[in-house]
């Protein structure tokens, strides 16, 4: 059975059920390798039978958790709690998907389906002193249980390669079951989202733009918005990284790019400072959804012909300088948030744990890379990545690290910010950059 006494306030990767014949040796090097993997575990530590119900503590548990494996050991259906937390497993299993991984410990899965062996006596001692519907149901999710594909132990070899093989089985099964970070399911964007989501849908809203530093998730946002409302576009685009675009390949060669794709022709060749009859003319006969990604300069949005764009089209700019969009006549501009604590923990915990929680013996850990991000989504996910199946001593290790150098990603992401910025605006920022020089900084 598995703990009563552990806290269920955290996300568990793994729900452990097991008997007591197998505590000491099997299960228990199960466990450390469980938790050598650094996945957190809910297990029992009382070896009390704790009576017909399962304690909502289990149950909590079992709920808290992303995946349950269950050791079926010859005298496994005997215990009254573990036949009631198998039956809420597969109750959770088949109405919310919870994965199961079910081990047939020396025991033959054909008797587990058919209720057959040794487990044949339990079931039939259990029915002359148990309510025949609770037997029941016990009867049916046992069944169950015994239909899922799990690893059958048997003495063909050690049982060192088998708790591998369960190890390696689980860790792929929680990578593939992971929520997923799509453009619906974004951290800490849903809000902002919603809002701007609203704006598109006004009539005397055509140029929005989408205002903050580098790295803070301007374009995480605009892709979030263009894929909710392409549908309702007949022509759509995202241009990414229009300044770094237009410093490779210049702005005419970019704009005939763009024009090509919105008009569906193969080569467009305007050499050209505005763009002539007929291109104006069938630009304003359609409706165009575009996304002009890092735009450094107001003349690149209007050298793109957006003013030729037909009615009710929708133009979103993201720009780290709140003055281009202005200068370039947007007509709403939202300054993009930074997550606070607890969306930055769960973005975090997506890249370093492939989870949306941290493990509990990373969790202090964990805080300290969350607060040195300052909610920055980019420098969440570069620490995030960088940590992932890495070791306690490892993560430790970095953020000793981090005390002295900034992580080279983000420290790049930084520098073209300031990049970006006009020549006093640069001396300003040097400035006040050189009065903090000495200051202690905690992490």
Known sequence: ???????????????????????????????????????????????????????????????????????????YASSKSCLAEVSDIMDRNRSEGHIVLPIFYHVDPSNVRNLGGSFKTSFEDHESKRPTDEVKRWTDAFAKVGKLKGIHIQDNKSETEYIQDIVDDVTRKLMKSAPRITSEKLVGIDDQKKML????????????GFWGMGGIGKTTLANAVFEEVSPKFECRLFLKDVSEKIKKQGDESLRNELLSK?????????????????????????????????????????????????????????????????????????????????DSLQLFSTFAFKLLNPVV?????SCKFVEYAQGSPLALKVLGSNLYTKSKNEWESEVDKLKQYVEPKISQILKSSLDGLGELEKNIFLDVACFFKGEKWIL
Do not use: W
Not at 49 to 72: D, K, M, T
């Open 361 to 365: 013996d990373f969790q202090d850990l």
């Open 262 to 342: 919105l008009l569906d022709e193969k080569e467009i060749c305007i050499d050209t400072p505005s763009i002539s009859y007929p291109y104006q003319d069938r630009l304003n006969n359609i409706k165009v959804l575009l996304v002009l990604d890092d735009v450094s300069d107001p003349d690149q949005i209007d050298f793109m012909g957006v003013k030729y764009f037909g009615p009710g089209s929708k133009i979103i700019v993201t720009s780290r300088d709140r003055q281009v969009l202005g200068n370039g006549r947007a007509n709403h501009i939202h300054e993009v948030k930074k997550l606070n604590k607890n």
């Open 197 to 208: 989501l609203g704006l598109i849908e006004q009539a005397d809203i055509r140029v929005i």
């Open 1 to 75: 059975m598995a703990s009563s006494s552990s806290s269920c306030s955290t996300k568990h990767q793994v729900f452990l059920s097991f008997r007591g014949e197998t505590r000491f040796n099997f299960t228990a090097h199960l466990l450390k390798a469980l938790k050598d993997k650094a996945l957190n575990v809910f297990f029992d530590e009382d070896t009390l039978e704790i009576g017909e119900q399962l304690l909502p503590a289990l149950s909590q548990g079992i709920a808290a958790s992303n995946l349950s494996i269950i050791v079926l050991s010859k005298d």
